[in-house]
């Protein structure tokens, strides 16, 4: 059973999980929603505010995931986190669930959090067997030293808060787009596509590895659901998107996959 539990966002101290409630020894109550989840941001803090990827966006990535487009990737974060032996493990930014779950088929405690609301609520429906909180990266709901694994695919990645939540020697497997990554549509979107440089600072790494598949969208609801899922998507115009449709039959994926040790 795991040792972890979430923590409370108004006092720091564990919330223990009952049927309905999430509740500390101070009597902060947090709803459990019939998915299982528990919402552990503040209230107000997202008016206006950041609230994360919306229900196309969540929905997308799942059809894209279950059609077995990004298997490559998902199956490498999964062999990394299990290759460190962790007995729980956290996604940060985790989306609608997949690749925490894959990554915990091993046995490991999976525990998710995301601040976009759909998207955890989709990823406890599917995945009971992991907890999930609505909740943000940059302020983790968990102790110091909590997990054996940490997880973050393409989400923010404010790396002391991930690294403080890491037990000593634990991993964090970090996944950020590569140069080369969906070429082809930011081809097809752009007038003059610039690579992707990633160049904000970070903890010096004790492993990298560049993942690379070619996607086939042959099939073309998978070719929209695709194109849903990207940021590009959402900032062409409706002449460049029908452009898009029309002649993206495969792309290729380019990620760095970085494994950095607390
Ligand atoms: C590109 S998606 C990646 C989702 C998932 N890791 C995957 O690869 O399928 C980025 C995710 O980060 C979430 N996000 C954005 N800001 C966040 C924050 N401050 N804390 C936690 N999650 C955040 C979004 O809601 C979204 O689910
Ligand atoms: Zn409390």
Redo the contacts with the bound molecule.
């Keep these: 059973m795991s040792m972890v539990s979430f923590r409370c966002p108004h006092c720091g101290q564990s919330l223990a999980a009952g049927e309905r409630t999430f509740s500390c020894p101070s009597g902060h109550q947090f709803d459990r929603a019939r998915e299982g989840y528990v919402h552990l941001l503040p209230s107000g803090r997202l008016a206006g505010g950041?609230?994360?990827?919306d229900d196309t966006?969540?929905r997308a990535?799942r059809a894209v995931?279950d059609a077995g487009c990004?298997d490559p990737i998902i199956d490498a974060v999964a062999t990394a986190v299990q290759a460190t032996g962790a007995d729980d493990v956290l996604?940060?930014?985790?989306?609608?669930?997949?690749?925490l779950a894959r990554a915990c088929a091993g046995g490991a405690h999976g525990w998710g959090?995301?601040?976009?609301k759909v998207?955890v609520r989709l990823a406890a429906r599917r995945y009971p067997q992991c907890s999930f909180a609505v909740?943000?990266?940059?302020r983790l709901p968990f102790d110091d030293a909590s997990f054996g694994a940490v997880?973050?695919?393409?989400?923010?990645r404010?790396f002391d808060e991930l690294l403080r939540v890491l037990r000593p020697g634990g991993a964090a497997v970090v996944?950020t787009p590569g140069a080369d990554h969906l070429a082809q549509l930011k081809a097809l979107v752009y007038d003059t596509p610039r690579p992707h440089v990633d160049d904000e600072p970070t903890p010096p790494a004790v492993d990298v590895v560049e993942v690379r598949f070619s996607v086939d969208l042959a099939e073309p609801t998978l070719r929209r659901q695709l194109l849903e899922?990207t940021?590009y998507w959402w900032s062409a115009d409706d002449a460049r998107r029908a452009r898009v449709e029309a002649a993206l039959t495969s792309v290729d994926a380019h990620m760095v996959m970085t494994t950095y040790r607390r």
Excluded: H, K, L, N
């Design positions: 950041p609230s994360g990827d966006m969540v990535r995931f990004y996604d940060a930014g985790c989306g609608e669930g997949t690749y959090i995301d601040i976009s998207a909740a943000s990266s940059y997880i973050d695919v393409f989400s923010p404010p996944v899922m940021p």
